[in-house]
């Protein structure tokens, strides 16, 4: 007799990751359970099937719905959630305070865009998007991927150069490399790609009765501008290099091998595109609700030849590499050490069974963040995180603004310009013997017009495409927070109608408290290296501004003394 189940709320499907909309009340056919990660199948009365996460009355069963386990956490009974639609957050206006960097922000409604960042001096260390998310706050972080069985099994062929079949990019040559980004992955995922994943909210950390207790405790200090993780001695650093070809069943797939060294130890380690892939996922898994992290570079590039393919390539890993070393928390972990410190096959694969078998993922991360500081009140912990938001989304307008202008004229430089400084040049030349220098002095400016932006503007390009991708990530991380805050604001209610106890409720706002301390922490991570990084680019883009000047300085001055008469 096939298992029936009765809906306790609605249940609004998302498109395109084979779930099943569900109306309170409606009574569903269980057709498979063992989806995992807290997900079933289900048909309704209609014979649509698809995927539900339900806490189900089943009948006989009694009314109690039963709690949910994820490893030795026990969880509540969190359906009662689900009764109370979020209240709008109400607009909060903070006191400025002068030791605060972004208190600016709540004063300040065009998001800061007038805000003299970098005259801010910091005390922390420092060291790719589709279409615009920033309207969503939806969670897209998964829970619980559990990666595949053997490593065989898991083979792109597409890493193979000749199965791409041509690039998914049109631009050639030289003016694709600063289209790099603009296709970049967000961090949701369907559910049609890993059925495992949970979407369970952050009421399973808020409400998690037990903390998970095990070494892996992530401290964070009070420091001058705030809240900050806690930072390694030395810094960590590695090196993408000496890119090959490998192929395996006889050479039916090939691809390409990097050599990637750290400073810890000097011992270079090698990775398929596919092992960095693996990385990425195990690290969204692990601290997306806390961290945000960057896509990694596309699959397929702009590129005319092999060579450059593997190239850009290479240098698109390095820069997700240095960035994923220079955070402290990504950089300890121990999926992270692994990755990069181990000794053989049957190492890598021990190490990657274990890092697959986590079960502080998701919201449960917060589980081992302790901030060495007072709990915060809700009103401030609502007001910080509407203050990153309107940072991030005004910093991203910002970033694509200068992708866009910035693509614009590296086409104007590497194409009709040069061809007009050719066609001038010509032009003299061919008037008169006397102006043949100048002439030549065309072609010559020609050929350093056309090479310019790759000594500048790539590198400009280059970062911002690369906090493009960063940036496309924070609505996923800020909507973790949003929904914390809109689940506390909701225990009064739950109180008053004994769904939860006083306690319960106290415990909440403890732990949104800590969820807040760790958003400040990233976000002063954030701006740290934000800093770093722009001081850095610009500092270049000026040097090779000056270099190109001086050149032309070179060239033309002595023209000068020319006698121009005929």
């Excluded at 809906?7 to 056919?29: H, R």
């Excluded at 939806?138 to 898991?154: I, L, N, T, V």
């Excluded at 808020?206 to 998970?212: E, G, P, R, V, Y």
Aim: a negative charge.
């Amino acid at each position: 007799m096939a298992l029936k189940a009765q809906a306790l709320y609605d249940f609004i499907a998302e498109a395109g990751n084979n779930e099943l909309t569900v109306k309170e009340g409606e009574t569903l056919i269980i057709t498979n359970q063992s989806i995992g990660g807290g997900w079933i199948e289900a048909q309704n009365s209609r014979g649509e099937v698809g995927l539900v996460k339900p806490v189900p009355s089943f009948p006989g069963a009694g009314t109690a719905a039963p709690a949910i386990s994820v490893g030795n956490v026990a969880i509540p009974d969190l359906s009662i959630f689900d009764s109370y639609a979020p209240a709008a957050a109400p607009a909060q206006t903070q006191a400025s305070n002068g030791n605060d960097p972004w208190s600016v922000w709540n004063a300040d409604p065009s998001g800061g865009s007038n805000n003299n960042w970098a005259s801010n001096p910091e005390g922390t260390q420092t060291g790719k998007s589709p279409a615009d998310p920033w309207g969503s706050v939806s969670q897209g972080h998964p829970q619980a991927y559990q990666g595949p069985a053997e490593d065989d099994e898991w083979d792109d062929e597409w890493d193979d150069m000749k199965s791409t079949g041509g690039y998914a990019e049109s631009e050639s040559g030289d003016a694709g490399a600063i289209q790099r980004g603009a296709h970049a992955s967000s961090m949701k995922i369907s559910l049609n790609k890993f059925p495992g994943f949970s979407k369970s909210g952050p009421e399973l950390y808020l409400l998690c009765k037990q903390i998970a207790k095990g070494k892996e405790k992530l401290p964070i200090y009070i420091g001058e501008v705030g809240p900050v993780w806690s930072y390694p001695e030395t810094q960590l650093d590695c090196v993408v290099a000496d890119p090959k070809k490998g192929s395996k069943m006889y050479g039916l797939k090939s691809y390409i091998e990097y050599q990637i060294t750290p400073n810890t130890t000097n011992r270079p380690v090698n990775h398929r595109y596919k092992h960095f892939d693996w990385l990425y996922e195990r690290l969204l898994d692990k601290f997306g609700s806390a961290i945000p992290i960057p896509s990694l570079p596309d699959k397929q590039v702009t590129g005319r030849f092999e060579e450059e393919f593997i190239k850009m390539r290479m240098e698109r890993l390095q820069g997700w590499m240095t960035r994923m070393c220079r955070h402290p928390v990504v950089s300890s972990s121990e999926v992270f050490q692994i990755f990069l410190t181990y000794k053989d096959e049957k190492d890598w694969k021990t190490g990657k069974r274990k890092a697959e078998k986590d079960e502080t993922v998701g919201v449960m991360v917060f589980t081992t963040i302790e901030p060495e500081a007072a709990d915060l009140d809700l009103v401030e912990v609502e007001q910080k995180c509407e203050q990153f938001n309107r940072f991030t989304k005004a910093m991203d307008d910002g970033v694509k603004e200068i992708l866009t202008v910035g693509n614009e004229h590296w086409k104007r430089c590497t194409g009709p310009l040069p061809k007009e400084y050719q066609r001038i040049g010509k032009a003299f030349q061919n008037l008169s013997a006397v102006f043949n220098s100048s002439g030549y002095q065309g072609t010559t400016m020609n050929t350093n017009m056309r090479s310019n932006p790759k000594k500048d503007l790539h590198f400009v390009m280059e970062t911002n495409n690369e906090y493009k991708g960063l940036l496309g990530c924070f609505p996923d991380t800020i909507g973790v927070h949003k929904a914390a805050i809109d689940k506390v604001k909701e225990a009064d209610k739950l109180v008053a109608t004994s769904k939860i106890t006083p306690q319960d409720k106290v415990t909440m706002a403890k732990r949104v408290s800590t969820m807040s301390y760790a958003l400040q922490a990233e976000m002063n991570h954030f701006h740290s290296n934000r800093i770093y990084d722009y001081n850095r680019v610009m500092q270049l883009y000026l040097e090779e501004q000056v270099k190109f000047y001086e050149t032309v300085t070179h060239f033309y001055r002595p023209s000068i003394s020319v006698n121009w008469s005929l």
